[in-house]
Every structure is written in structure tokens, then in C-alpha cells.
């Protein structure tokens, strides 16, 4: 399926965002909800999947999109828990686009799955300029970054539906105040926010529910 068309003067962006729609379109008619899990590099996207189909797999078919940029671990950590996973490498690319996910799709059966989780590449920066299709779009950051990511990075948490500030069971030991990181985020990008701890699965539930509302 190559329907991408790069004549010269089109704007990717602009082609991106069509393929994207037509993607949304599809998910619509097949009754799936698409969530797009963007955030920095080790900030425990794959985990929190992992948690969430975990919860929300009890009752509804999940099916995810792991992007890396090479190799398979995020998809054999995903696909150890017997759900439909494809893996998307995009050798030099530093974000998914929509052309990626029309493909990753073509080897996903739409009737099996109700609930889509798409890991996209660590990065805070240009994976906000390619929607994917997916009808919710969240950040996920740690502690361990510091207090300053979302005044450092802010296109990305202004264009997100929601905000995870994941490892805060490590709070303890990183000297850093939270309080400062919710200022920014209330200041430049207000909008949902969730603290987890993904390692020991607090904050996974509430995130879960607001997900699936
Ligand atoms: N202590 C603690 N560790 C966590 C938490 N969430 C994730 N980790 C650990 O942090 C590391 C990175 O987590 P991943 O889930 O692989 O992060 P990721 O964002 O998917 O990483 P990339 O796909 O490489 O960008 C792993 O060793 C996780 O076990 C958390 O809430 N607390
Ligand atoms: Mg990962
Ligand atoms: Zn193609
Ligand atoms: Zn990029």
C-alpha cells in the first residue's frame, strides 16, 4: 500500500496529516480506539503498555505498534503477553509517521483488536509534527529527566491530550520538586496529568480508566 505521493511542492506535513485522517477513518469504521504514546528516550513507554494491557486487556482486545528505531525488544516484551504486536524499525527516522502505520497495519487482523497502543521513537521533538492517526496522542516523561522537560520541549505537551510523569516512585533519590514540573505543565500545556510508577503499577489504573472513557 503505497499510496504516499511526493511530488515535488507538496508539504510532508500535509500529506502526513491526510494519510493520518484516512487512518482515523479506518479505525472508526473497525470501532478501534488508537492511543499514540510519544515521550523521551527510557522514559517507560513500553512499560506503561505493558501495565495498561494488563488492565485494560482483561476486558477489551488490545493491539500494539512498537516503534524503535532498530531491533525487536519493546516488541518481545509486549509480545510476551500473547497480544497482537507488530514491530516498526525506522532505521534513521527519530518519530513514526502516518505512511509507517498504514503499513504496520497491513499486517494486523482490525476485527481481533478494539484498543490500539502505539509506541512511537523516544523524542521529544519531532514526533509532534506527525499525527498518526490515533484519537488520543500522551507524552510520557520520568523524573529522572529533570524538572525542566516540558518548558525545554514545549510543541510537544501543547499539541498532547495528556501528560504521564512516569517513575515517581524514584522521587526520593532525584532532589527534584514535582511541584515544578506540574507549574510548567500548567503554564504551557494545561491538560490531563498522570503520576505513575510503572514499575510497581500506582497511577496505571486511573490512566487505564480515563483511556477507555
Ligand atoms: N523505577 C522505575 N523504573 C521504571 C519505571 N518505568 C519504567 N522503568 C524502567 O525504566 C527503563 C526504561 O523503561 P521502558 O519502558 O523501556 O522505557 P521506554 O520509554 O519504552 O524506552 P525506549 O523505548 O527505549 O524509548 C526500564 O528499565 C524500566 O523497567 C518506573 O515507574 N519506575
Ligand atoms: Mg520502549
Ligand atoms: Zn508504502
Ligand atoms: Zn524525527
Known amino acids: 500500500m503505497h499510496k504516499i505521493d511526493l511530488s515535488l511542492g507538496k508539504d510532508i506535513y500535509e500529506i502526513n496529516r491526510k494519510i493520518a485522517t484516512e487512518i482515523r477513518e479506518l479505525f472508526d469504521k473497525k470501532g478501534i480506539k488508537a492511543i499514540d504514546f510519544m515521550g523521551s528516550i527510557g522514559s517507560g513507554k513500553t512499560l506503561i503498555i505493558e501495565r495498561l494491557i494488563e488492565i485494560i486487556g482483561k476486558d477489551k482486545k488490545v493491539g500494539v505498534i512498537v516503534g524503535d528505531v532498530t531491533g525487536d525488544d519493546d516488541y518481545k516484551r509486549i509480545k510476551k503477553y500473547g497480544v497482537p504486536v507488530v514491530n516498526i524499525n525506522t532505521g534513521k527516522e527519530c518519530h513514526l509517521d502516518a505512511h509507517l502505520i498504514e503499513h504496520a497495519l497491513e499486517e494486523l487482523d482490525l476485527e481481533k483488536i478494539n484498543v490500539l497502543f502505539i509506541e512511537n521513537i523516544g523524542n521529544l521533538v519531532c514526533p509532534a509534527d506527525f499525527e498518526l492517526g490515533a484519537h488520543k496522542r500522551g507524552v510520557v ?73
Do not use: C, Y
Open 141 to 213: 516523561i520520568s523524573i529522572t529527566e529533570g524538572d525542566d522537560m516540558v518548558r525545554k520541549h514545549p510543541l510537544i505537551f501543547q499539541i498532547a491530550d495528556f501528560i504521564v510523569i512516569n517513575k515517581i516512585d524514584l522521587l526520593p533519590h532525584m532532589g527534584i520538586d514535582i511541584k515544578t514540573i506540574l507549574r510548567d505543565i500548567e503554564q504551557i500545556a494545561p491538560k490531563e496529568v498522570f503520576l505513575t510508577d510503572a514499575k510497581n503499577g500506582r497511577g496505571i489504573k486511573e490512566l487505564a480508566e480515563w483511556l477507555m472513557k
